[in-house]
């Protein structure tokens, strides 16, 4: 709802109703043209503060609304009531106001904002453009490139930016409706007409189509398939060139593609998953809202090699004490020397002093007896990070939360070296880990709630995006990786070439495609995992055993191009060439086109014509496929907790929602039909044949996702 009240005995204030940030529903939409109604018609008012209840101005449009009927009063037209009124209509900023907040505030004649408000059109991340007047009102107010800037990124501003760019016409350091009720008392009487920004020209742009060519070809460069920054370009177009009303009608046009699209669809559903996995739970029923933390004031890092420099990095930049431990010498030097460039490089970028002063460094265990957290980050070795446990639980003072950051080991054998492995629990993070926002957070069968709740707390000032997951070989991002990856390898031997491969799941929207990750990680980082698992046999083995390890289907591919020292960027040669080692420009490489040729002729396998289709379904299904066995062993909550982790830990494109989401959308019969057929044809890949919970779902009708935890619950309590 909107409250209205007269204040000050001229002033009348609308207040807006709707917890938690106050978006346009239905009702407020309501109470706004109710309340300037009132305002408008009442002699004693002079003029009119709009405001957000709790210091939150609004949140803009109530997407939760957007996929239903959408009733009640239109956007537009209340916008341009406000601004054609002949009392002056000021915007009291406090909190934020995003979409159609800000839009509302661009509606008023004035706006004041507190000095912590944030301020953006962030609708480009719901794969909309700021369609009530937004798109046509910002770059006839602060000029085209700066709105072009804040319209096709999303991004939210301060306050102090705001003035700057003339978004915002004063900052308040104290009660911003107070001042904002003063200022309507001082600006009555003033002429409106130079404050309906509807009336604006844009400032001038010179070569106008030179800077929208420029800006379009970035964003088509960038977007990687996204249909909403583009639209948004075109919209703000629009204003540069067209009377203000034609403006709007171009907005509209657009809006309507964008506003029943997949894309928006996709990354609304992203919007609010990344709320639901905010509220983890385990599988004993321990949950975000039971289980509380403890306060984390210093926190250790042991194992200075690049996971544990960006994880000191991060911990430090977040404010945190750290003791950063490694004990081989050349290393220590290494990362005190990188890390102090990492704190250097960041605090150029944000513009805070470089945090230099949070860290001490140590080559001596001894020195983490009094931190309250630590993060192991060593070689990814089981009897290694056994060792370290050990030692870690006689060091550390009793309650100390002991974290591995391992990325696929089992944590409950590190838990088992410890004499607390209730406190013990996996916080993988992604590389670089001071970059990545992701984090997931491992609970193993004896790890405590209030260790999960003290990681996700963690994860969560460090400003990653946490997920909590169970524990199992790979967690949920690598396990899935593994099927996706195979698949990426026998579309190789059967006629596919690293391109073919990386340009389908790039055009799909992928950040980097299966075999230029591979380049970028290292050849061989897998290639060591494989021995240790007695995959490879020298040469790629031959005869019967050539093609097959533990009775399914294994490409020795990989293997045979690391014996041929073919590690990726870093040696200047992987699936790619590169000019050099450590270059990151990946050329087609001939050498490894007749490398495959080889391959296929000595294994007698005959290259056929591979669609881009068949690599995305072969990929793909084969992930998702996996995603569904993950919930159905319970490692993932829900559907939204994969998306989550693909979006923000593995490139997946954000405008098609994630795997599990993707599935949804393909529709769950069309994937579970195609699962079957290639599982038919490669009877010898079991990460082919269609999962339990995929056929029920399927049998059931294909429910909705947002329905899938139920049906998730019916399956765990039948098996
Ligand atoms: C067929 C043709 C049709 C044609 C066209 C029809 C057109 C009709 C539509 C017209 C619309 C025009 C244009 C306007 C569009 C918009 O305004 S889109 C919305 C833009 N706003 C945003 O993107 C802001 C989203 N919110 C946030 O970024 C953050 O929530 C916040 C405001 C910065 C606050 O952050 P924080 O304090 O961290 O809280 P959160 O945890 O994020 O959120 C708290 C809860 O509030 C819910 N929520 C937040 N914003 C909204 C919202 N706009 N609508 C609905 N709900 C919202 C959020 O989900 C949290 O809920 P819970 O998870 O349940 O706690």
């Not at 003290?454 to 990653?464: D, E, I, P």
């Not at 950040?511 to 007695?534: H, I």
Request: aromatic fraction near 8%; charged fraction near 20%.
């Amino acid at each position: 709802m909107a409250q209205y009240s007269l204040v000050s005995g001229s002033v009348g204030l609308i207040t807006l109703k709707n917890p938690p940030v106050n978006a346009l529903g239905a009702v407020v939409r309501h109470g706004i043209v109710d309340s300037v109604e009132k305002a408008l018609s009442d002699p004693k008012v002079k003029s009119v503060v709009i405001c957000g209840q709790n210091g939150m101005f609004c949140g803009g449009a109530d997407i939760k609304e957007f996929g239903t009927d959408m009733k009640g009063p239109p956007l537009i037209p209340m916008f341009h009531s406000l601004e054609a009124a002949n009392k002056p209509v000021v915007a009291a900023i406090e909190g934020g106001a995003f979409g159609g907040g800000l839009e509302l505030a661009l509606g008023c004649h004035y706006r004041i904002a507190h000095s912590k408000a944030k301020v953006g059109l962030p609708e480009v991340t719901l794969g909309l453009l700021p369609a009530a007047a937004g798109s046509q009102r910002l770059p006839r107010l602060i000029g085209v490139p700066a709105a072009l800037n804040l319209i096709t990124t999303g991004r939210h501003i301060t306050a102090a930016e705001a003035l700057q760019l003339g978004l915002v016409d004063q900052v308040a350091d104290h009660n911003t409706v107070d001042t904002a009720v003063k200022f309507a008392q001082s600006v009555v009487g003033k002429s409106l007409d130079s404050r309906r920004i509807s009336n604006f020209q844009c400032p001038p742009v010179p070569n106008v189509d030179v800077l929208f060519e420029e800006v379009m070809q970035k964003i088509r460069q960038t977007s990687r398939g996204a249909i909403a920054p583009i639209a948004c370009v075109q919209a703000v177009r629009a204003a540069a060139t067209l009377p203000y009303k034609d403006g709007l009608q171009k907005e509209k046009e657009l809006m309507a593609t964008l506003f029943t699209s997949g894309q928006a669809r996709s990354l609304q559903y992203c919007f609010f998953a990344q709320r639901v996995v905010s509220r983890w739970s385990m599988p004993n029923g321990a949950s975000w809202d039971t289980s509380k933390g403890r306060p984390i004031h210093k926190a250790a890092v042991i194992g200075l090699g690049t996971m544990g420099r960006g994880i000191a990095v991060a911990l430090a930049q977040t404010g945190f004490s750290v003791v950063a431990v490694e004990t081989q010498e050349k290393q220590f030097m290494d990362a005190k020397k990188a890390v102090a460039g990492m704190l250097e490089r960041g605090a150029k970028r944000s513009g805070k002093v470089a945090a230099h002063d949070k860290i001490i460094y140590s080559q001596n265990l001894q020195a983490i007896a009094d931190v309250d957290l630590v993060i192991e980050a060593v070689f990814e070795d089981m009897a290694l990070k056994k060792r370290v446990f050990r030692q870690l639980s006689d060091v550390c003072k009793p309650g100390t939360f002991l974290c591995t950051n391992t990325s696929t080991l089992d944590i409950d054998q590190m838990a088992a070296e410890t004499r607390q492995p209730e406190l013990v629990v996996g916080m993988h993070f992604f590389a670089p880990a001071h970059v990545m926002k992701l984090l997931e957070v491992v609970y193993g069968p004896r790890s405590s709630p209030e260790a999960v709740a003290v990681a996700m707390q963690l994860g969560k000032k460090m400003g990653k995006v946490s997920v909590a997951v169970g524990n199992c070989r790979g967690f949920v991002g690598n396990r899935m990786l593994k099927p996706y990856r195979d698949q990426a390898y026998f579309l190789l031997e059967e006629g596919a070439t690293p391109e073919l491969i990386d340009q389908a799941l790039e055009e799909f929207g992928f950040a980097m495609g299966a075999f230029k990750v591979y380049d970028l990680s290292g050849l061989d980082v897998g290639w060591k995992v494989r021995k240790e698992e007695g995959l490879v046999l020298p040469g790629g083995g031959s005869g019967k055993s050539a093609r097959i390890r533990q009775g399914v289907r294994y490409s020795p591919l990989g293997d045979l191009m690391c014996e041929e020292g073919r590690f990726g960027q870093k040696t200047g040669r992987g699936w790619y060439q590169y000019d050099k080692p450590g270059s990151r420009d990946a050329k087609p490489d001939p050498w490894v086109h007749r490398f495959l040729e080889d391959y296929r002729a000595r294994h007698g396998l005959v290259a056929r014509r591979i669609s881009n289709q068949e690599v995305l379904e072969r990929c793909l299904y084969a992930m998702i496929n996996e995603g569904f066995r993950i919930l159905e062993d319970g490692i993932a909550a829900g559907p939204e907790d994969i998306d989550i982790i693909y979006v923000f830990g593995y490139g997946w494109p954000r405008h098609r929602g994630g795997p599990m989401f993707y599935a949804n959308m393909v529709g769950l019969p069309i994937v579970l039909e195609r699962l079957e057929h290639f599982a038919q044809a490669n009877p010898d890949v079991p990460t082919l044949q269609p999962c339990n919970l995929l056929r029920k779902l399927v049998a059931s009708g294909s429910p909705p996702i947002s329905k899938w935890r139920e049906a998730m619950k019916n399956v765990h309590s039948q098996l």
